[in-house]
C-alpha cells in the first residue's frame, strides 16, 4: 500500500497517521484510531487469560507480515509479546480479526470494531498498547476551491462525530 503524494496532486485530500510537519498544507485533526489488545473468550478461558495480561509465554500472537511490521500495533507487539509465539502473520486486519476470533491467538486490533465482537475479549486498552492520531491533509492553495474545503469540513466533522468527542 502506497501513499500518495499530495505535492504531486496525487490526491487533494488524504488521511493520515502522522502529522505533516514539511510541505504547505492544511492540517486537521480528524479522530484517533484506538487500538486494544484481544482474544478469542473461549482462547482466554482456555489459558486463563485475564484482562490487563503482561505475561506473554506460552501464548500465540498474530501480527503482521515483514512489510507491515512497523505498523499498526506491530512494533508494540515486538516490545511486549517476546515470550510468545506466532500463531499468524498477515497483511490484513480483517485477517487478523478473524483469525483471533477463530481463537488463533492474540492480536492487536482496532476497538471501534473489535468491541463490537462477542467472541472477543479485550485484554489490554488503547491506554496500554496504541492510540493514533489520524490527520486530514490537503495542499493550502486547494482550500480555495469551495469543494475541497466543503469536503475537509465535512470530513472532520465526521471524524469527531465517529470518535464520541466534541
Known sequence: M????LSRREAEIALRGVRPTRGDFVVRRFSSWNLGLYAARSYATARAIEPGLSDFSGLDIITWNDEYTHVRGGPWLVEHAQGASIA???????I?????????????????VADRDRSLVRLLSPESVVSIELWLVAPRDLLRAGRIRAVMDFLAELGTRSSGER
Open 2 to 5: 502506497d501513499l500518495v503524494n
Open 96 to 112: 487478523h480479526h478473524i483469525a483471533c476470533a477463530a481463537g488463533l491467538g492474540l492480536a492487536v486490533l482496532p476497538c471501534k
Open 88 to 94: 499468524l502473520k498477515a497483511n490484513s486486519r480483517r
